[in-house]
Structures are given as structure tokens and as C-alpha cells.
Nanobody
């Protein structure tokens, strides 16, 4: 059974940093694309960014320059380093993994999802 477990969320102030982790188990994703999404109250789940197995990355405009996605294939773990956080970054953050090796920006093309971790940024 595949599981993705996020951790590292919390309550921070604007300008602070957080690092989210997503530990995968049940299968290896070293040759697959992984990504981060977020969902704010009353809004649709939106794409934050993704990374292919070879390290190609893509970020949404709203986080570009502030967030960095990385992965440790040996640990089967995905990371999201979030710097200069803003109140509008407040959301539940979800880790996702795909069976594909290509860069994927669309929610419904990811096959596995974590349960989410709350990030709250106060002004």
C-alpha cells in the first residue's frame, strides 16, 4: 500500500521559513514525478510545483523565487522549502506522486496523495 505522509507544517509569521517533508512508502518514486499542491479555505486545490526524477522543476508564479522543491531518492522523500512566507500562502499543503516520469502540472494526473499538512502564516 502506497502512503505519502507530509510533515513540517505549522504557524509562522510573515517573512518566516518552513520546510515541508513528504515521506513515501509502499513503492519507490525515484523514477517518477512528484509535486506539491495547496488548498486554502474556500478555494480549489492549486499546483505549487513539481519535480521529475531527474531534477527538472516547475513552480507556479505565486511561489517562484520563494519556494524550492527537492527530493532525496535514497530516502524516497520530497521536500518543499518555503521562504519569505506570506499570509496568502496559508493553506493545507499536499504531497502528490505520479506513475509518470514527465513533468506534470495538472492535479488529476497525479496518482497518489498525502493527507496534507496545515501551514498558517500570520501577518
Amino acid at each position: 500500500q502506497v502512503q505519502l505522509v507530509e510533515s513540517g507544517g505549522g504557524l509562522v509569521q510573515a517573512g518566516d521559513s518552513l520546510r515541508l517533508s513528504c515521506a513515501a512508502s509502499g513503492r519507490t518514486f525515484s523514477r517518477n514525478t512528484m509535486g506539491w499542491f495547496r488548498q486554502a479555505p474556500g478555494k480549489e486545490r492549486e499546483y505549487v510545483g513539481g519535480i521529475t526524477w531527474s531534477g527538472n522543476r516547475y513552480y507556479s508564479d505565486s511561489v517562484k523565487g520563494r519556494f524550492t522543491i527537492s527530493r532525496d531518492n535514497d530516502k524516497n522523500t520530497l521536500y518543499l522549502q518555503m521562504n519569505n512566507l506570506k499570509p496568502e500562502d496559508t493553506a493545507v499543503y499536499y504531497c502528490a506522486a505520479s506513475k509518470s516520469a514527465r513533468l506534470i502540472l495538472v492535479r488529476n494526473e497525479y496518482d497518489y496523495w498525502g493527507q496534507g499538512t496545515q501551514v498558517t502564516v500570520s501577518s
